[in-house]
């Protein structure tokens, strides 16, 4: 194949595996499309295989050397399809992370207000979502969503399976750390809130400027911990379809028919993850912890 | 909203009620058993010990539980040597490799749980216990575990609820548990709303009897003479508990605010 002909290969790949909504799924095509490029055959120079016209005819057995260069090859384009199964997982933990910290702030916030419905309505939030299955949250938003926003506008709009599942991760990853902020909040002892008000700091800035910081210290530990449990629960949004690790794993399962492999690479993949976030919680604890508290 | 639907989907979710109890309460014996000796191992001074459970309970705590299912689900079945076994009859059937997963999962954090519930035990009382002359599996069965239990309650309790939601998870290995079915008549049926939210509803109360029991087993404990949880406000002499703990006293010979004795535990 030529250069430019490489290109405009890798450009086809890549488009419609990342930048369209709706192709959630590796198919077999795409697998071929990587086989070809590194070299096991050559469909695009035009060269007669039966194989490729006719996929549901089986092709001869042309030897053992053949058969295992073909899987070495395609273990190698599964490695790369690993890779951007890791990337998404990666990208869908920070968002939902970030995002679900910020709505357990808010909700903590509301948990401790002096209003009662505001009070009851972050605890009933609270209680229901820690009380419902990860996975039936993220099949409520995925199918749930799609009617209702196909309601709300009236046209048909499908909710993608990766805003879907940054969706439910925010509700589940919220809920549970307005549990751990509340608790950390009302560690902080009430002097310092006092003492803040009375300095002359208006509300807005002692939540920021003085509880937040020392609140921060007291939740590091759990917030660690359940932030490993968010990079495992990523692995669910692959029941929607979402090409993940996970996905990644189930379909070289299924067409490679060795999910042993697939399977223990995925495990291994989820456990650098969490061992990376643990490790860096652990370090940033270190770092920020005061001597005799 | 329909409200037919709703109460539809109830009747026809709660012929799931069953398998989901079934693979949570199942696989939570097994998880007990299986973890109290596994939490001594890990709790004991011997690194090497410590170590080799620590290790199990890392692979598994830091592994989703998806993985682990679809790992004995499928890539058991892989294996020639599985398929021609005599275990194999129990292998192919979905339950029996969920109840497996669930159980190997359950066990690596029950095991953590228990661990720190037995550090957390006062050396004071092991070593009173050993000064009496107690052997050592009578020192950990009779003062060592039940007291860490009582320790550790709260977390043994969120870890039994999280394994009620975790057999959500079987229903992506076709078992027909609550969310399996659920699956099933939004596909046929076309309206998630009100069968998730029906499905919703089962699980909440599935998880609201739990804790109303861990709550209750936390109270009756607190009442012992032993309690170590002074910060767990006793419940009311008129539970239904309390007269069968007055009969039991009684039979120790004992009055519940008196010294700790051994008898009583």
Not at chain 2, 65 to 92: A, D, E, H, K, N
Request: with cysteine.
């Amino acid at each position: 194949m030529t250069r430019a002909a490489y290109k405009l290969r890798l450009l086809q790949l890549r488009t419609p595996y990342k930048l369209t909504p709706n192709c959630q799924s590796i198919n077999l095509g795409l697998t071929r499309i990587l086989l070809e490029i590194i070299g096991i055959n050559n469909t695009i120079s035009g060269s007669k295989r039966s194989f490729d016209e006719k996929p549901y005819i089986r092709r001869p057995y042309s030897g053992g050397a053949t058969r295992h260069k073909a899987e070495r090859t395609c273990v190698l384009s599964f490695a790369l399809q690993f890779f951007n199964g890791l990337q998404i997982t990666v990208v869908l933990a920070l968002v939902s992370g970030a995002l679900g910290s910020l709505l357990g702030l808010f909700v903590a916030m509301a948990k401790l207000s002096k209003r009662d419905v505001v009070a009851l309505l972050g605890r009933a939030y609270t209680t229901i979502v820690r009380g419902l299955p990860e996975l039936l949250i993220i099949l409520v938003v995925y199918f749930g969503g799609t009617a209702a926003i196909t309601a709300l506008t009236g046209r048909y709009v499908e909710i993608n399976a990766f805003a879907a599942g940054i969706a439910a991760l925010m509700i589940v990853f919220g809920a549970y750390c307005a549990e751990i902020f509340r608790g950390a909040i009302m560690s902080v002892p009430q002097g310092q809130a006092e003492a803040a008000r009375s300095l002359g700091l208006k509300p807005w800035q002692i939540w920021l400027f003085v509880i937040l910081p020392q609140m921060m210290r007291v939740a590091l530990p759990a917030y660690g911990n359940l932030w490993a449990s968010l990079v495992k629960d990523t692995s669910l949004v692959s029941v929607i379809g979402l090409t993940d690790i996970m996905r990644v794993a189930f379909i070289g399962a299924g067409s490679m028919r060795a999910p042993l492999t697939f399977y223990l690479v995925a495990s291994a993949l989820y456990l650098s993850l969490t061992s990376m976030s643990l490790a860096s919680f652990r370090a940033l604890e270190r770092r920020i912890e005061i001597p005799g508290h | 909203m329909d409200i037919n639907l709703i109460v539809d989907s109830i009747s026809v979710l709660a012929h799931g009620v069953f398998l989901t109890l079934s693979v949570t309460l199942l696989s939570l014996v097994v998880s007990f058993i299986l973890s109290v000796p596994l939490s001594l191992l890990r709790a004991s001074p011997n690194r090497a010990l410590s170590r080799s459970v620590l290790a199990y309970t890392y692979v598994f705590r830091g592994t989703p539980l998806l993985v682990q299912l679809f790992l004995v689900y499928y890539g058991l079945s892989q294996l020639t040597v599985v398929r021609q076994s005599i275990f194999w009859p129990l292998l192919r059937e979905p339950f029996w490799c969920a109840l497996a997963a669930f159980s190997l999962n359950s066990t690596a954090y029950t095991t953590e749980v228990f661990r720190a519930g037995i550090l957390a035990v006062p050396r004071g009382i092991t070593e009173a216990a050993q000064a009496l002359g107690l052997s050592r599996l009578m020192q950990i069965r009779l003062i060592i575990f039940p007291l860490a239990f009582r320790m550790v309650l709260p977390s043994y309790a969120n870890e039994v609820i999280g394994m009620v939601k975790a057999s959500s998870l079987a229903s992506t290995v076709t078992l027909l548990e609550i969310t399996g079915l659920a699956r099933r008549m939004v596909s046929e049926t076309f309206a998630p709303y009100e069968v998730f939210l029906a499905a919703g509803l089962l699980y909440l109360l599935l998880n609201f009897i739990v804790s109303a029991f861990f709550r209750t087993l936390e109270m009756h404990l607190a009442h012992s003479p032993t309690s170590n949880s002074r910060n767990i406000k006793a419940g009311p002499k008129s539970s239904k508990l309390w007269p069968l703990r007055q009969a039991i006293d009684k039979r120790a010979h004992t009055k519940p605010d008196d010294q700790p004795s051994i008898r009583s535990l």
